[in-house]
């Protein structure tokens, strides 16, 4: 067991070191997306702000609430989802989308799902720009709790970390995995608070909130944003939730590392 986390910790700590490559290469992939559009990745952007817009304005009259107040909701809870939801996807085809690399090189592969976060990060960071104009359109005050926000983000980028290196060893392996994920990932956006608030819910049915460990990642980010500290039963919940993954992923990685170019 010892040799499981050996190897992991090495291969995550090589790859750490080698954050110039694989945040150019971050870059590389968002510019060769959208090489010869006019607005580049702000397209995205764009269609997010389009969903998020008509979503807002439609739901807040179906839930009787006040579009200043659900608009701001709705948007600090869907981007950090896009967010969890792309890595988690992407995950399953880490090692698979790279297949010529890893056969041809020796490199440590979580070079390939340091990438794939830093990747999603960056746009997160131009879907942020939704947020400014929300808040700007409904001139919502500014607070010194939304510093806690990049907390949160380091949180989901450590768990997007062992999401990456487990769920891109086991698709690899075994490829029915990934629509499997993209299934859940579709029944999980409507089972989790980001169009509805979680007081909407009582009595036993408020377990679907209190056990979706992706509602409090979202929690951390979203109550931030909108100028709340985050919330301290999830904060410890992500925190537990990130430590168990890390062992999870160390010990199935670190078993199986080197079969994956065999699987491949």
Not at 174 to 190: E, G, K, W
């Amino acid at each position: 067991m010892t040799t499981y986390f050996n190897v992991f910790f090495r291969d995550v700590a090589a790859g750490a070191q080698r954050w110039p490559l694989w945040t150019y290469l971050a870059w590389r992939d968002i510019r060769m997306r959208y090489v010869r559009t006019v607005f580049g990745p702000f397209w995205l952007t764009l269609s997010t702000g389009v969903f998020i817009l008509a979503f807002g304005f439609i739901y807040s009259a179906l839930f009787r609430q006040d579009p200043a107040t659900y608009l701001p909701f709705l948007t600090g809870g869907f981007l950090p989802w896009v967010l969890f939801s792309t890595i988690v996807t992407e995950s399953c085809t880490a090692f698979t989308a790279d297949k010529g690399v890893i056969l041809s090189w020796q490199f440590p592969y979580s070079i390939l799902v340091y990438r794939l976060v830093c990747r999603n990060i960056i746009v997160f960071g131009h879907n942020f720009a939704i947020l400014l104009v929300v808040y700007a359109i409904y001139g919502l005050p500014l607070s010194l709790n939304m510093i806690w926000m990049f907390f949160g983000l380091i949180l989901l980028a450590v768990n997007g970390l062992w999401i990456g290196l487990l769920f891109g060893t086991l698709c690899t392996r075994f490829r029915d995995i990934q629509p499997l994920v993209a299934s859940v990932l579709q029944i999980t956006m409507f089972v989790t608070p980001i169009f509805w608030s979680p007081e909407m819910l009582s009595g036993r049915r408020a377990v679907v909130v209190d056990v979706n460990i992706v509602h409090h990642m979202i929690s951390i980010i979203r109550e931030p944003i909108l100028g709340r500290p985050p919330p301290l039963t999830s904060l410890g919940i992500v925190c537990a939730f990130t430590a168990v993954g890390l062992v999870t992923a160390a010990l199935f990685y670190g078993r199986f590392r080197r079969r994956i170019p065999f699987w491949l």
